[in-house]
T-cell receptor
Framework: GAGVSQSPSNKVTEKGKDVELRCDPISGHTALYWYRQRLGQGLEFLIYFQGNSAPDKSGLPSDRFSAERTGESVSTLTIQRTQQEDSAVYLC??????????FGPGTRLLVL | QKEVEQDPGPLSVPEGAIVSLNCTYSNSAFQYFMWYRQYSRKGPELLMYTYSSGNKEDGRFTAQVDKSSKYISLFIRDSQPSDSATYLCASGDMDSSYKLIFGSGTRLLVRP
C-alpha cells in the first residue's frame, strides 16, 4: 500500500515569500505529525494532529508557521515570510498508535 | 544541554563487525526509547522500540536501556553494507507520548 507522501520534494524560494508544504498520510491513520530536520540535526517536533482534537502546536517556532489538516486526511504546513533559517527538511509522519510513526520522504526547503 | 545527545560520527566499520551506537538523555521522565534508521534523502523508519530498562532483541539488532545512567544503546551484529545509514535515537514520556525528542543521529558506514 501507499506510504506517506509529501510534496513538493524540493522547494527553493526567496526570503520573504510564503511556502506551502503538503502531506498525504497513510489512509486510516488518525494521527499526523510535522517535524523539521536541519542539516546534521535531529528531528524537531513542530505540530501534532489527532482526529478531531485540537492540534498540539507547541513546537511551532514562530507565528510565521501554521498548519492545517482536513479531517483525517491531507495536511498543509505554511511558512509565511520565509527566512534563511527556515531552510531545512520538513518531514511528515502519520500513525494509528504513537509508537510507530511512518515518515514521508520529506520536503527539502531552501530559502535564498 | 540537549535532552538527547548522540555522537554524530561518522562511524566506519568493516562488514561483519559488531556496531555499538549510543545516546544519553537528561530527562528522568523519559520512559520509552526508540531507534530509527534514516537512509540518505529518505524519511526515518522505526527499527526498535523499548519501554523502561532492559534489552530487546530483533534479529541482528539489540536495543538496550539503562535508566540508572540514562544511557541507551543499539547493537548491530554481523553488520552489512546495507546497514550504512544515519541512526537516530528518540525518547519520550507518557504525559506527551507522541512528542518524541530526537538525538542528532549517528552516521554509520559499513565497508564491504
Amino acid at each position: 500500500g501507499a506510504g506517506v507522501s509529501q510534496s513538493p520534494s524540493n522547494k527553493v524560494t526567496e526570503k520573504g515569500k510564503d511556502v506551502e508544504l503538503r502531506c498525504d498520510p497513510i489512509s486510516g491513520h488518525t494521527a499526523l505529525y510535522w517535524y523539521r530536520q536541519r542539516l546534521g540535526q535531529g528531528l524537531e517536533f513542530l505540530i501534532y494532529f489527532q482526529g478531531n482534537s485540537a492540534p498540539d502546536k507547541s513546537g511551532l517556532p514562530s507565528d510565521r508557521f501554521s498548519a492545517e489538516r482536513t479531517g483525517e486526511s491531507v495536511s498543509t504546513l505554511t511558512i509565511q515570510r520565509t527566512q534563511q533559517e527556515d531552510s531545512a527538511v520538513y518531514l511528515c509522519a502519520s500513525s494509528t498508535g504513537w509508537q510507530t510513526q511512518y515518515f514521508g520522504p520529506g520536503t527539502r526547503l531552501l530559502v535564498l | 544541554q540537549k535532552e538527547v545527545e548522540q555522537d554524530p560520527g561518522p562511524l566506519s566499520v568493516p562488514e561483519g563487525a559488531i556496531v555499538s551506537l549510543n545516546c544519553t538523555y537528561s530527562n528522568s521522565a523519559f520512559q520509552y526509547f526508540m531507534w530509527y534508521r534514516q537512509y540518505s534523502r529518505k524519511g526515518p523508519e522505526l527499527l526498535m522500540y523499548t519501554y523502561s530498562s532492559g534489552n530487546k532483541e530483533d534479529g541482528r539488532f539489540t536495543a538496550q536501556v539503562d535508566k540508572s545512567s540514562k544511557y541507551i544503546s543499539l547493537f548491530i551484529r554481523d553488520s552489512q553494507p546495507s546497514d550504512s545509514a544515519t541512526y537516530l535515537c528518540a525518547s519520550g514520556d507518557m504525559d506527551s507520548s507522541y512528542k518524541l525528542i530526537f538525538g542528532s543521529g549517528t552516521r554509520l558506514l559499513v565497508r564491504p
